[in-house]
């Protein structure tokens, strides 16, 4: 499992690539601004529930951030948290507005997105299940 982290912290997150661009290269960094602005909103979120894990969570948990692995495709976990009893996935979205699931529909204020984050979130349980 610690091979696992290791190699897993080696691989910066789109936002990290891309934090980094922006101070390296703001006129390559232009293109990708929307990506960007939406990548920060989500980093936002993650944090905030992570932060909320680590006050009221046990102080023997454990947390895996942003983990990627390439179980039936490539596929990246938000946060997985392991307890002594269990093991929870987590996929975090910080959403604004109105939001609706049905069908494998996404639906926020009636703009309907083109990802599943329900498929997203089970298809993340069921790698780590698999690699567990």
């Known amino acids: 499992m610690e091979k696992i982290f290791h190699e897993n912290s080696q691989i910066p997150s789109q936002f990290t690539f891309l934090s980094a661009l922006k101070k390296r290269s703001p006129e390559l960094f232009s293109e990708y ?20 894990f680590r006050e009221y969570g046990e102080e023997h948990w454990q947390y895996l951030t942003n983990f990627w692995t390439n179980t039936n495709g490539v596929s990246e976990s938000d946060l997985i948290v392991f307890t002594n009893k269990s093991c929870y996935v987590l996929e975090i979205k910080n959403y604004m507005g109105k939001f ?17 984050c329900i498929f997203q979130a089970r298809r993340s349980f069921k790698n780590i299940r698999k690699i567990l």
């Open 33 to 52: 601004e929307s990506l960007y602005q939406n990548l920060t909103i989500g980093e936002m979120g993650e944090q905030e529930v992570l932060r909320y």
């Open 100 to 116: 609706e699931y049905a069908d494998g529909r996404t639906v926020i204020d009636g703009y309907e997105y083109s990802s599943d």
